[in-house]
């Protein structure tokens, strides 16, 4: 992967946060996806709520997998810790990482096809185990990386670039989390940056597993089939002398809309879906009614956006222990800690074995 580095030009009236720092400070290399991917959106909020948050770009981690959305992470505060894993395994990564070192911030980017297909076992894990950890998932519903093929979030009677219909019936992260029992599950739109930069705050400083599913558009691979320009007509009528390719620039598509209001969104291709953005008097507290409103929303074919669940202590259905709470492990990072401290000895060891025997 190729990283165009971004000149430091701060000019001196620039805002501050309180470490003193500027915007610039939380950015990170230039951007290789296509000209008005909705994931280059995501990425500004992300950098407009670690600045606000004032957050230590040395004290965040933040880890990927596999993906056009995977490549978010180098876009980002380039001064925090990274790791971009294999396809589906970025959970894995953030539990050890967690695990060996509690004080850090931990961000996870990830896909529709990273989270939902190769690495849905992994996603269901961490957030069983509620692993200290904000997720988020660039959701397009196509696998832009690999030419545009339906995800798992792809909706049906949706078609696809070379005008294939899905008819597999969507997974939504969002009922999952809830079923699963996380505790702060949100929906947004990457072109709402008004709505996106205070969930991704709040999801930061959550304790325990935090997810945000962000609606985020291709500008790729949703042109219509219809059409005569299309690159899907293009190639089935002429014969390239070699294989190569070429994305117009879009615009960034955003939206604008009050609590409790819907709003059509058009796409790239001419194509529309609906956000209904949660009313000022809903209650994110109770996990079965936010599940039925998810669903009787979903059902009129509209997409609910805002915080849609968070559990509260005390709650019968509220927050769960977080993943250092149910292990035990001490405050003291495990990375920090001395081998005489790690380290059981001999007998320690075989009273450990014996318990297994």
């Known amino acids: 992967m190729t990283f165009i580095a971004k000149p430091k030009v701060v000019h001196p009236s620039l805002p501050r946060n309180v470490l003193g720092l500027v915007r610039r400070d939380y950015e990170g290399a230039l951007s290789t996806l296509c000209a008005?991917?909705?994931?280059?959106?995501?990425?500004?909020?992300?950098?407009?709520?670690?600045?606000?948050?004032?957050?230590?770009?040395?004290?965040?981690?933040?880890?990927?997998?596999?993906?056009?959305?995977?490549?978010?992470?180098?876009?980002?505060?380039?001064?925090?810790?990274?790791?971009?894993?294999?396809?589906?395994?970025?959970?894995?990564?953030?539990?050890?990482?967690?695990?060996?070192?509690?004080?850090?911030?931990?961000?996870?980017?990830?896909?529709?096809?990273?989270?939902?297909?190769?690495?849905?076992?992994?996603?269901?894990?961490?957030?069983?185990?509620?692993?200290?950890?904000?997720?988020?998932?660039?959701?397009?519903?196509?696998?832009?990386?690999?030419?545009?093929?339906?995800?798992?979030?792809?909706?049906?009677?949706?078609?696809?670039?070379?005008?294939?219909?899905?008819?597999?019936?969507?997974?939504?992260?969002?009922?999952?989390?809830?079923?699963?029992?996380?505790?702060?599950?949100?929906?947004?739109?990457?072109?709402?940056?008004?709505?996106?930069?205070?969930?991704?705050?709040a999801g930061l400083r959550h304790r325990g597993f935090a997810l945000i599913d962000v609606l985020s558009p291709c500008v790729t691979f949703n042109d219509h089939e219809g059409s005569t320009k299309s690159y899907a007509y293009t190639r089935e009528h002429y014969e390239p002398a070699v294989q190569a390719d070429f994305v117009p620039p879009e615009r960034e598509i955003t939206a604008e809309y009050g609590a409790g209001e819907a709003l059509p969104v058009t796409m790239h291709d001419g194509s529309r879906i609906m956000l209904r953005k949660l009313d000022e008097a809903y209650e994110p507290t109770d996990r079965a009614a936010a599940q039925a409103r998810v669903q009787e929303r979903l059902r009129s074919g509209e997409y609910l956006t805002g915080l849609l669940y968070l559990g509260r202590e005390g709650d019968a259905d509220g927050a769960r222990p977080e993943f250092h709470q149910i292990n035990g492990t001490p405050e003291e990072p495990l990375n920090s800690l001395p081998y005489e401290a790690l380290s059981p000895g001999s007998e320690g060891l075989a009273k450990l074995l014996a318990r297994y025997r």
């Open 36 to 201: 008005g991917c909705g994931h280059d959106s995501i990425t500004a909020a992300i950098v407009e709520a670690c600045w606000r948050g004032s957050i230590e770009p040395q004290n965040l981690v933040k880890l990927s997998g596999i993906g056009c959305s995977s490549k978010t992470t180098a876009y980002f505060v380039s001064g925090a810790h990274g790791f971009n894993s294999v396809h589906g395994r970025m959970p894995s990564i953030a539990t050890g990482a967690s695990a060996a070192n509690r004080r850090l911030t931990y961000i996870g980017v990830s896909g529709d096809g990273d989270t939902l297909s190769i690495g849905l076992g992994q996603f269901c894990h961490a957030v069983r185990r509620n692993l200290d950890m904000l997720y988020i998932i660039e959701n397009n519903g196509v696998y832009g990386l690999t030419k545009g093929q339906f995800s798992a979030s792809a909706d049906i009677g949706s078609k696809a670039k070379k005008g294939e219909t899905n008819f597999q019936p969507p997974i939504d992260p969002v009922l999952l989390a809830m079923n699963l029992g996380a505790s702060f599950v949100a929906r947004s739109f990457s072109g709402d940056k008004r709505q996106l930069v205070p969930l991704i705050e």
